[in-house]
C-alpha cells in the first residue's frame, strides 16, 4: 500500500512516544521506507535504538552529528520524503511550527520540507483548550497541515479530556488516505456490510457467517479515495471507520429502512451485506421455552433490497451487488446481475479457502452487464475494494440510465 513511500517519522517527547513504535511497525510493514528524527525529549521516554531496529535506518536526533548529516543530512530528509508525520505533536512542537521557528533537527526539517505534513497532537487537555495552542492548530489547518485527533481519554497527567493521541491504526489510515489520490471526490457511496440477525426470541437469533470486513474494507478505501461514504452495517466485531456516516442496524427490515432512507442521495450503492432471506414469521416475546423433540419455526421472506434499488433506481445510480455462492458461480451470479437490474456483481465462491465470510483475502470474479468478466486472483480484501472502486468510477462515468 505504501510501497517505497518515504516517509518521515518526526517523535517529539510526550509517553505516547511508546504508540510511535507501533505506527512506525505498521509504515515498514506496509513497504514505506521511514526516517526517523527524534527530539531529545522524545529519546527520554524510549531509547532511539527501538525506531532504528524497526525502521533499519539510523535514527536521527542532533542537528550537528556529521556522520548523519554526511550520509543524510536534514535538508535530504527534507527533499526526499513524500510524507512528514509528526506522532505524538507535543503542544510546543505545533507551536514552533506554527511560528516557524527552526531551532532543532526536527522543526529544521519540517521548515524546509514540500511534503505533506500530517500531526497527531498529544497533550494534556488544558494545553489542548488554551487558546494560544488552539491559535496554532488553526493557522496550521489553513496552511494546508493535516491533523489527526487529539480524541478523549484517560490522560496520563491524571485528567479525563481531549489530548490523548489518536490510536497508531488510525493514523496510519490517516497517512494513507493523504498519500492517496482523491479520484473519488463529488462522488457519494452507500455501502452495506455485514450479516443481517433476524430475532427468534428475545435471546436467540438466524444469522450468517458474513464479518464485515468486504464492506468495511470498501468504506475505508473510498473515503481514502475522497468519496463520501455512508456505511450501513449489521452487528460485526470490526472497529467504526472513522470520518464517513455510519449507520448500525440489526434485521434485514431495518437495513431496508436505512437504505431506502439514504439511496437517494448517492451516486454509488455498493451491496455487499449478507442479507437474511427469511426471517421468523413471528418473534416470541419471551425466551422460548425448551419441551417437544422437534419444533418448527415458521419463516417468511425479508424484502430484496438490491432487487427493489434495482427498479427504483434514480438516473445515473451506479449498483453494484455481490453474489455468494457455493456451485455454479458465474451462472447464478449472472442470473441475480439481470435479475436485481445491477451494473456489476462481484461474485465469489464462499467454498474456497482464501475467499468469502471471515478470510483477509478474497478470490473474486466482476460480472459486467455488457457481459465482460474481469477475473480476479486471489487478493487482500482491501485490494479487491480498490479493484470494485475503480470499476465504479469507470460505470459512473459512463452511466446514462
Ligand atoms: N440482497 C439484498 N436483500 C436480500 C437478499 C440479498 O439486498 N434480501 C443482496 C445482497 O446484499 C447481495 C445480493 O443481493 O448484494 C445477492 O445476495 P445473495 O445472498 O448472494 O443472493 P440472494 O439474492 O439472496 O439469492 P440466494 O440466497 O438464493 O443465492
Known sequence: MLNGKKIVLGVTGGIAVYKAVELLRLFVKSGAEVHVIMTEAATKFVAPLTFQTLSGNPVHTDMFNLISEQEIGHISLAD??????IAPATANIIGKIAVGIADDLLTTTVMATKAPLLLAPAMNVNMYDNPIYQENEAKLRKLGYYFTGPV??????????????????????????????????????????????????????????????????????????GAKVTLISGPVSLPEPSGINFIS???????????????????????????????????????????EDKIKIDLVKTPDILANLGKNRKLGQVLIGFAAETTDLINNARKKLEKKSLDLIVANDVTLPESGFNSDKNIVKLLFKDGTVEELPSMAKEQVAYKVLDAAIKLKAHSTL
Do not use: Q
Request: net charge positive; proline share 3%.
Open 249 to 291: 442496524v440489526k434485521s434485514a427490515k431495518d437495513m431496508e429502512e436505512a437504505v431506502t432512507a439514504c439511496c437517494n442521495n448517492n451516486d454509488v450503492i455498493i451491496k455487499a451485506a449478507a442479507v437474511a432471506d427469511y426471517r421468523p414469521a413471528s418473534i416470541s416475546e419471551n425466551k422460548m421455552k425448551k419441551g
Open 80 to 85: 526526499k520524503a513524500d510524507l512528514f508525520v
Open 152 to 225: 478523549s481519554g484517560y490522560l496520563a497527567c491524571g485528567w479525563d479530556g481531549k489530548g490523548k493521541m489518536m490510536e497508531p491504526a488510525e493514523i496510519f489510515e490517516e497517512a494513507v488516505g493523504v498519500l492517496t489520490d482523491k479520484d473519488m471526490a463529488g462522488i457519494k457511496v452507500l455501502i452495506t456490510a455485514g450479516p443481517t440477525l433476524e430475532a427468534i426470541d428475545p435471546v436467540r437469533f438466524i444469522s450468517n457467517h458474513s464479518s464485515g470486513k468486504m464492506g468495511y474494507a470498501l468504506a475505508k478505501v473510498a473515503k481514502r479515495r
